[in-house]
């Protein structure tokens, strides 16, 4: 019997930590709500200018790395299949409604080195710059190869030339 005493304290104390996870993750989803709905795929967005495959890693504030925004499609990580249109970008992650970029929401495209549970090498993540709503967003994508990395800031170039450079990254030489 005395050796069932730690074990309730432990389950109790892991019950509360998973309780105040739970609740920390609905309120982020709550504030993450008001800042609008994500543009959804149109039925025709054209003929795609790239389409690859990419690690899509998170979206956060602007310039708050550690900022999640916790809107329906753009929540969770996964392995995303990523298309540039002349009229913007589409993100696929399976499981979730496709999202879109309208080009008119995109304010920039840079490289990124560190975001919400992930750091790379320096400009290993190619980071997106669009407006939810009224907020500006950044978009972090891990490109699965360098040749990827290059072809998706290239493409979101011939789209929104204004967006490519000079624009600001996260990258180590800046923390």
Do not use: C
């Not at 956060?60 to 550690?66: C, I, R, S, V, Y």
């Not at 900022?67 to 399976?94: D, K, N, W, Y």
């Not at 409604?97 to 320096?122: C, K, M, N, Q």
């Not at 972090?140 to 290239?154: C, G, M, N, V």
Request: no cysteine.
């Amino acid at each position: 019997m005395p050796e069932l005493v730690p074990l309730l304290v432990v389950a109790a104390i892991v019950l509360l930590a998973l309780l105040g996870m739970l609740l920390s993750w609905r309120g982020r989803r709550r504030r993450s709500a008001a800042l609008g709905a994500v543009p959804a795929l149109p039925a025709d967005p054209g003929q795609p200018i790239l389409t690859t495959e990419a690690l899509y890693v998170s979206t956060t504030l602007e310039a708050q790395e550690l900022q999640r925004v916790a809107v329906p499609a753009l929540a969770m990580r996964g392995r995303a299949t990523l298309q540039v249109f002349p009229s913007g970008i589409s993100i696929a992650i399976p499981g979730q409604e496709a999202v879109f970029l309208p080009v008119e929401l995109i304010l920039g495209v840079g490289t990124g080195t560190v975001t919400i549970d992930r750091v790379v090498e320096p400009g290993g993540m190619v980071v997106i710059t669009w407006t939810l709503g009224t907020t500006p967003v950044d978009t972090y994508l891990r490109p699965l190869s360098a040749d990827d990395k290059t072809r998706i800031i290239d493409a979101i170039g011939v789209i929104r030339p204004s967006s490519v450079a000079p624009y600001p990254s996260n990258d180590e030489s800046e923390l």
